[in-house]
């Protein structure tokens, strides 16, 4: 399983990135997708997930009505789009996977992929 993260980059406080995360190495239909972030000196932290077959999401309270979850399945690709982003958001964005439901334990995903990295400036 390969999951690879980009689209990271240098915002301005209100703007908005993009994240994507291509998927391959196998057939995605009974896993969760999500997206974790990990801001220096702190725990990486669950962002939002997606089931891959039917699309249920959840997110963190922190992003709620600022970030969406979303997959194409024919390119095998999970988005997280960003807005009104904050200097909060700096960290690096990985998007792990994991057979079944959404969980928000960083311990309980299986595969993850290299992240990429957001800025966002004051």
């Known amino acids: 399983v390969q999951l690879q993260a980009f689209g990271g980059g240098l915002v301005q406080a209100g703007g908005f990135l993009r994240l994507s995360c291509a998927a391959s190495?196998?057939?995605?239909?009974?896993?969760?997708m999500a997206w974790f972030r990990q801001a220096p000196g702190k725990e990486r932290e669950f962002v939002a997930g997606?089931?891959?077959?039917?699309?249920?999401?959840y997110y963190a309270d922190s992003v709620k009505g600022r970030f969406t979850i979303s997959r194409d399945n024919a390119k095998n690709t999970v988005y997280l789009q960003m807005n009104s982003l904050k200097p909060e958001d700096t960290a690096v964005y990985y998007c792990?996977?994991?057979?079944?439901?959404?969980?928000?334990?960083?311990?309980?995903?299986?595969?993850w992929g290299q992240g990429t990295k957001v800025t966002v400036s004051s």
């Open positions: 792990p996977a994991r057979p079944g439901t959404i969980v928000t334990l960083t311990t309980l995903y299986n595969y």
């Open positions: 190495g196998r057939t995605f239909s009974s896993y969760t």
């Open positions: 997606i089931r891959w077959s039917d699309g249920p999401t």
